[in-house]
């Protein structure tokens, strides 16, 4: 079944003019833009879909919401699962993926078609929320207002199947690969809606090139992807005149849907009488606007000025996600998105309108005449970008840019055209310039001092570029760019688009990534799937070497936004005090004058002598294009002007990265201390994407807090991260891996697969002492029963090897050097074997006699990208052609080391079976190339979910002095007056609190 979201009441009581409550609100950042002075007015975190029933009014979703309109008929269920009337296809839920939660909707089309029912067939989802109420004017648009929302059109996880309005004859449709997008209808409904009670609607809808206004896949798909809104229809409210296809002229912005896009628009009265009204859009942080001129539409569906989200018409389908939407009362441009001036001038500044080259051994010569491409990571001819290739051109360069005002520097690296004929010197596989900040006064520990750094740069998509020359890939011949621009992760020990190296020692790289980059260049392995800003990864606080590489730490540092838009980076560098990592990085972006706090560790990575900084692409696998606008450095550690000024920190923060065996009953410890204040709600853990701060223990006060989790479940892997937020907006990241696997848990190796057809042994010993699986197999050729090997021959160069054939091939085995820190190698390290040169279609049989019954199984394994299906054997293992039942599938996106992974389900489940009496079990390579180390059995867990903490308040009245206790956690909050729905923490207070009793009236709740 469907997960079904019902209304949940809060846990109050009156006692006098004493409120209790308990309750828990998201911090609802913006990642593009920054909030408007004085907040939102009201904004809708997508992390609620209480469903509250048919006449309720106002009260679904975050409780402010409402489904009673004639545009709606949601059943109350989420999507997935098996369809019956309590659960009719489409519907709402929240999603939680990685540390974003965000709201789902989907209307499949029209269910009634298909043999459901109204009401609540779920043929169109669709709520509204009462600004009349919030305070609006019954003018809003008129007078001005700000709408800001994030949004994408899905295309995996939970989505079900399509019942087209009017197509019952094709039958249910799967839901398409290229999603499922809206268009406007109705006379302005659609996706996003704001409405004025003196009349007037404009919607806002993301649009796939296969949407129909009508549904019928065949009829006027509109060919577009991107954002739709009312169509210019002239100076007065009109019907459907402003519908999609049905105006003057499209109003649309081309884009990506399917990808997640923050959304600041403005709408005014149109004072030129044109349109009704004007719309500024301003995309994913840019500061310039587009504007249009529209006009808004009759349609409505509450009383009051409102603003509605879903999809509304019965012929159409649709999905969308939905992170946040707000309001605010007048037409408020976003921040600029850029720094002002350093105070003092910079040290040294890179304006990107200089592309000087020197030849190779002429030193700092090159752009403005103080840069060198002289070292081990360039390959750069000299040449710039386009044109026909030859000797003096080959793929790839660097050139100045003139593009209206701006100048720019522009770096490609193509990936590496050796493989495609041309040779070095200068084959431009790699163009990486640096400049010597030694000759500029720099010390030798320029890091552990203190730095600043400011550059603007985007990911090209247009205008000169090459196409690619794939390290490696030219059986595929040349590709061309792509066209959501070409990045970079960081490598070789702390190289990137933007580095400062130290003399000292210590190398700190900053990268523009997308969603399709790799560490190795190769497309099918390990795509980041991450877009926006990534830079070393933390690990440890000592100076490291290829641990700080992208996905090769001991957790990622990015920070997500649109790599392909210009964004103005303003980042501080100094010792970590704390000796967590080796240094801090406050990272300032466009504009935003709250810093988002790293601990990161510096890489070893070195290609000039002296302190310097670098910029451009240096791994010969990889390639990527990067814009650069400047590039500047301050010596010292300077925010820039007006910047929150507050030190956060994280500290003893256990467990340690990588604990193994960890009591569940100690769970998760540190301490948050400020310079400023920390108000307790500020204070998250997530782990395995799930919020555990309602969980949370906290003592303490706002400069100081102790927190404690300790409502962890024995046999799961955690990973995931503390999260402390200043008063001051300030946000600190400390990362979480560890496990709460019981030391006794039973395991079978990845190198103990079946020999002599079928034959096992139960309980082996270790290699070499007898009973075990040293050099088993070897009496015969059992490939196909046994195994499936696909190599031609074994490497018998390979004296290390566990297991060797007799006859014909055999899977190849490699010491693990008990790399997993087992007891029973503890002696004998080199006795831990894995299975390595695996390629997918291969397969291991495993037979053994179990008892564990209901259970999870964890693989150890190393290699990135890679998924191994589970299979049972349900015929004979000692027989050819074999037939196997699917369980589930090991699947990892990890970088290149060891890690847990869990055997999950299809729609990615924790996945329990049953293991009882002799099983044979089978490991088959999907993708990717993993290293098997072993295969762990634990008792099968059910993963909790933790829910509100329910808080109860205590007053007590002692003559004029009131006492109020609490337990449960949560923040005391006051107000004195009720109506306002404005509440603020009480300074300082912990349980129990005292206060006089004097004075003008006060209501307290915790919250």
Do not use: C
């Not at 200089?354 to 070292?375: I, V």
């Not at 814009?627 to 300077?638: E, H, L, P």
């Not at 029963?785 to 490497?795: P, Q």
């Amino acid at each position: 079944m469907k997960t079904t979201n019902r209304l949940r009441s809060s846990h109050a009581k009156w006692t006098g003019g004493l409120l209790l409550a308990a309750l828990t609100t998201p911090l609802t950042a913006q990642l593009a833009f920054s909030p408007p002075d004085g907040g939102w007015n009201y904004i809708y975190g997508g992390d609620a879909a209480a469903y509250a029933a048919p006449g309720e009014g106002f009260a679904s979703l975050d409780g402010t919401w409402s489904h009673d309109n004639g545009s709606d008929e949601w059943d109350g269920s989420g999507l997935g699962g098996e369809f019956g009337d309590a659960n009719r296809p489409g519907g709402a839920m929240v999603i939680t993926e990685g540390g974003a939660t965000y709201l789902r909707i989907q209307d499949t089309g029209d269910p009634r078609d298909y043999g459901y029912a109204d009401p609540s067939s779920n043929r169109k989802v669709y709520l509204g929320h009462d600004l009349t109420s919030d305070g609006a004017a019954d003018t809003i648009m008129d007078d001005g207002v700000t709408l800001i929302f994030r949004a994408r059109i899905p295309n995996s996880g939970p989505l079900d199947p399509l019942h087209r309005d009017g197509q019952q004859a094709a039958g249910v449709q799967p839901y398409p690969t290229t999603g499922d997008g809206y268009v406007t209808s109705d006379g302005g409904k659609g996706n996003f809606v704001i409405k004025q009670a003196a009349g007037g609607a404009i919607a806002f809808s993301l649009t796939t090139a296969a949407d129909t206004p009508g549904g019928n896949p065949t009829d006027r798909p509109t060919g577009f992807t991107g954002l739709s809104f009312n169509e210019f229809a002239g100076n007065t409210i009109s019907g459907n005149e402003v519908n999609f296809g049905q105006g003057d002229g499209a109003n649309v912005i081309p884009f990506d849907p399917t990808v997640w896009h923050e959304f600041w628009i403005t709408i005014q009265k149109d004072s030129a009488n044109v349109g009704t009204h004007v719309a500024n859009i301003y995309l994913d942080g840019n500061d310039s606007p587009l504007v249009f001129k529209i006009t808004s539409g009759t349609g409505s569906d509450f009383g009051g000025s409102y603003i509605a989200m879903g999809a509304t018409a019965t012929p159409q389908n649709a999905a969308l996600d939905i992170d946040f939407f707000g309001v605010k009362y007048g037409a408020v441009a976003p921040k600029a998105r850029t720094f002002g001036p350093i105070a003092g001038n910079w040290d040294y500044a890179y304006e990107g309108d200089k592309g000087n080259y020197a030849a190779p051994g002429e030193g700092f010569a090159s752009l403005d005449g103080t840069w060198s491409h002289d070292n081990g990571s360039d390959e750069w001819d000299g040449s710039g970008i386009g044109g026909e290739f030859g000797d003096a051109n080959r793929p790839g360069g660097a050139m100045v840019v003139t593009e209206g005002n701006l100048n720019y520097l522009r770096i490609q690296d193509t990936g590496d055209p050796r493989d495609y004929g041309y040779a070095d010197p200068s084959s431009n596989r790699k163009v990486y310039l640096g400049h010597d900040l030694s000759a500029n006064g720099a010390t030798e520990t320029v890091l552990d001092d203190g730095v600043t750094l400011n550059f603007r740069a985007r990911i090209p998509t247009s205008g000169p570029l090459d196409p690619l020359h794939r390290d490696g890939q030219q059986a595929n011949g040349v590709q061309p760019y792509p066209a959501s621009g070409d990045g970079y992760v960081t490598s070789d020990g702390g190289k990137g688009n933007f580095v400062i190296k130290q003399t000292s020692g210590g190398a700190i790289a900053f990268s523009l990534t997308t969603a399709a980059d790799t560490p190795g260049g190769n497309p099918a392995d390990r795509p980041t799937g991450f877009t926006g800003l990534s830079f070393n990864e933390f690990a440890g606080n000592a100076v490291s070497g290829n641990e700080v590489n992208f996905g090769q730490g001991d957790g990622a540092n990015i920070i997500p936004f649109d790599p392909t838009q210009w964004h103005d980076l303003w980042i501080t560098l100094e010792k970590d005090t704390a000796n967590v990592g080796t240094h801090v990085a406050s990272i300032y972006v466009d504009g935003n004058l709250t810093p988002n706090v790293f601990k990161v560790t510096a890489g070893s990575g070195s290609d000039f002598g002296g302190s310097y900084i670098a910029m451009g692409s240096t791994a010969t696998p990889q390639n990527s294009a990067l814009d650069i606008d400047y590039y500047r450095v301050k010596f010292g550690v300077v925010p820039p002007t007006g910047a929150i000024s507050e030190k956060l920190d994280i500290l003893d923060l256990t467990p340690v990265i990588a604990a193994s065996n960890v009591s569940p009953s100690d769970g998760v410890k540190f301490r948050a201390t400020t310079d400023g204040s920390i108000p307790k709600e500020n204070i998250k853990v997530v782990l395995n994407g799930i919020d555990y701060s309602a969980a949370l223990e906290i003592t303490g006060t706002e400069k100081e807090w102790t927190v404690a989790l300790k409502t962890l479940q024995e046999n799961r892997v955690y990973t995931g991260e503390v999260l402390v937020r200043g008063s001051g907006g300030g946000t600190l990241t400390g990362l979480l891996s560890f496990n709460t696997f019981s030391n006794n848990n039973p395991t079978f190796e990845a190198e103990e697969w079946n020999f002599d057809r079928g034959g096992f042994i139960n309980n082996p010993g270790l290699p070499f002492a007898g009973n075990d699986y040293f050099n088993t197999g070897s009496g015969m050729d059992t490939e196909g029963i046994d195994f499936h090997e696909l190599s031609a021959e074994f490497d018998l160069n390979n004296d290390l090897a566990l297991r060797y054939p007799g006859v014909g091939n055999m899977p190849n085995t490699v010491p693990n050097t008990n790399e997993a820190g087992r007891a029973k190698y503890a002696n004998d390290p080199d006795a831990d074997f894995s299975v390595n040169n695996t390629e997918p279609g291969e397969w291991l049989n495993y037979t053994r006699n179990f008892t564990i019954g209901n259970a999870n199984i964890h693989l150890r394994a190393s290699g990135g990208s890679f998924e191994v299906q589970l299979d049972r054997v349900t015929s004979s293992a000692k027989q050819a052609n074999q037939t196997t039942q699917k369980l589930g599938s090991f699947k990892s996106q990890a970088g290149g080391g060891y890690g847990w992974v869990p055997l999950t389900s299809d729609t990615g489940a924790l996945q329990a079976l049953t293991l009882s009496g002799e099983t044979t079990l089978r490991a088959t390579i999907v993708s990717g190339n993993p290293v098997l180390n072993f295969f762990m059995m634990t008792p099968a867990v059910e993963v909790v979910t933790p829910g509100p903490t329910e808080t109860t308040l205590v007053a007590k009245l002692a003559g004029d002095q009131l006492t109020l206790t609490w337990d449960g956690g949560g923040t005391l909050q006051s107000t004195s007056d009720l109506g306002s729905g404005q509440w603020s923490a009480v300074s300082n207070a912990s349980s129990p609190y005292k206060t006089q009793t004097s004075g003008a009236p006060k209501f307290f709740r915790v919250h």
